[in-house]
């Protein structure tokens, strides 16, 4: 019966909340080898606890950037009281919404024996070109690039930026392609719990330290772009949304999609689009 319950929850999108529910429902349905032992519950992987909170349908604290916890309590003036709290939580509290563009990089050579060697395809490199030119009519004030320090994002983010002159970019190894926790339902090309258990830490560490609301000083809404993998956007929109992330890999993007994610000032979270390539011709669009 728990089981069931859980996976109701899960469907209705009421497990927002809890990595911990999600792995724990699995395993109480699983019987030891054996047949007729008592089920056991699982443990999520470390990396994972404290990711998601309790069942519920939306954590206000997700990015714990909430001003409430912000603030030490038990510093507070006992004679100044209310009129004190409700400074600091003001001081604390995000005033601008943060617009995230998330890239996914153009078409590439598989067949690359080693990651340098994985350089984009002629197609790729229209696929980029394509891309930029889309987020360069937007009209936006795009604040920087994030891109993952692989190849093919590398050379990915070197064409989009052709078309967004003066946007500074950085690049970063928390956004290389990876595992980031074992999907559900399982797939068939099985991976040692050892890859989800340091991909899936690197990726948690890159969702935690990119996806967040504004901090408090930011005066103005911000336009960023990341330009990385299909597998890190598929769990980062899982995570901001406060979706099972297990069910990651049910998402499917294309080379050179565009998701955008919005996160407002009260932290809340809205999907405005997933894996765009309206924007290109048919025949210019993969999926490899």
Not at 140 to 158: G, P, Q
Not at 162 to 187: N, Q, W
Not at 194 to 210: C, H, K, L, P
């Amino acid at each position: 019966m728990a089981f069931r319950q859980a996976l109701q929850l899960a469907a209705c999108g009421l497990a927002g909340g809890s990595a911990a529910v999600l792995f724990s429902a699995v395993a109480v349905g699983k019987p030891r080898t054996g047949g007729d032992a008592e089920p056991r519950a699982s443990e999520p992987p470390g990396w994972a606890v404290g990711a998601r909170s309790q069942p519920s349908v939306w954590d206000p604290n997700w990015d714990r950037r909430e001003p409430l916890s912000l603030v030490n309590l038990r510093k507070r003036n006992v004679e100044s009281g209310e009129e004190e709290l409700a400074s600091k939580l003001n001081h604390c509290k995000a005033k601008a919404t943060r617009h995230i563009f998330l890239i996914r990089h153009s078409q590439y050579h598989v067949d690359g024996s080693l990651e340098k060697d994985r350089t984009l395809t002629p197609l790729g490199r229209e696929q980029a070109e394509l891309t930029g030119l889309r987020l360069a009519s937007l009209g936006l004030k795009f604040d920087k690039i994030v891109h993952s320090s692989m190849t093919r994002a590398i050379e990915t983010t070197d064409i989009i930026s052709k078309h967004l002159p003066g946007v500074y970019k950085v690049s970063t190894d928390l956004l290389r392609e990876g595992a980031p926790i074992e999907p559900d339902p399982p797939v068939s090309h099985w991976k040692p719990e050892a890859v989800y258990y340091e991909d899936g830490a690197r990726i948690e560490a890159a969702f935690r330290s990119y996806i967040h609301r504004a901090d408090a000083r930011q005066e103005e809404d911000s336009y960023e772009i990341f330009i990385c993998h299909a597998n890190v956007i598929r769990y980062i929109v899982c995570r901001a949304l406060q979706f099972p992330p297990e069910g990651w890999l049910r998402l499917s993007l294309n080379n050179g999609s565009i998701t955008h994610l919005v996160i407002r000032p009260n932290g809340r979270v809205a999907l405005r689009t997933l894996g765009d390539t309206g924007f290109m011709p048919p025949d210019k669009i993969t999926r490899s």
